[in-house]
């Protein structure tokens, strides 16, 4: 999916973050949550660079990925929100506890297909789509500092 700067300046991206743990957990979450989002908006990488020597720099993100601070309840409150939109154009990635304490994909895999979705407590979530939407729902979080 390749998009002009115009479309992609309709876009935003943010990450919410359980801002109550430790530093550790916040920094994983984000790496988690930003790994698997550039993934599924694949157009948010920039082309790989070269140096004035020629050494080749690998592309990076071409937009800004606030980092926001929330209580779990309030990143659960946001994502059922996002979901019930229902939008193809909207990317919600969601990294949770039965992740983070999982040792292994099937591990993660077995434990979500055994948890009801109101027992799960969400860490982050990273939010791709419109940028108005997206402001709306996220304008009152503070960064993460």
Do not use: W
């Not at 660079?49 to 937009?63: A, E, M, S, V």
């Not at 209580?71 to 019930?84: C, G, M, P, Q, T």
């Not at 909207?90 to 077995?110: G, H, R, W």
């Amino acid at each position: 999916m390749n998009q002009t700067k115009e479309e992609t300046d309709l876009k935003k991206c943010v990450l919410i973050i359980d801002s109550a743990q430790p530093t550790g957990i916040i920094a994983n979450t984000a790496s988690v949550l930003s790994i698997t989002l550039g993934k599924y908006a694949g157009n948010i990488i920039g082309h790989d660079i070269c140096d004035r020597q020629g050494g080749i720099h690998l592309g990076i993100t071409k937009i800004p990925i606030p980092i926001l601070g929330a209580v779990a309840d309030k990143i659960k409150e946001i994502r059922k929100h996002f979901l019930s939109l229902d939008r193809e154009d909207l990317i919600i990635v969601d990294f949770s506890d039965l992740a983070q304490y999982s040792k292994t994909y099937e591990q993660y895999e077995t434990a979500m297909l055994t948890t009801a979705e109101n027992e799960i407590h969400y860490r982050g979530i990273a939010l791709y789509g419109d940028k108005k939407l997206i402001n709306k729902a996220t304008g009152n979080l503070s960064l993460i500092r």
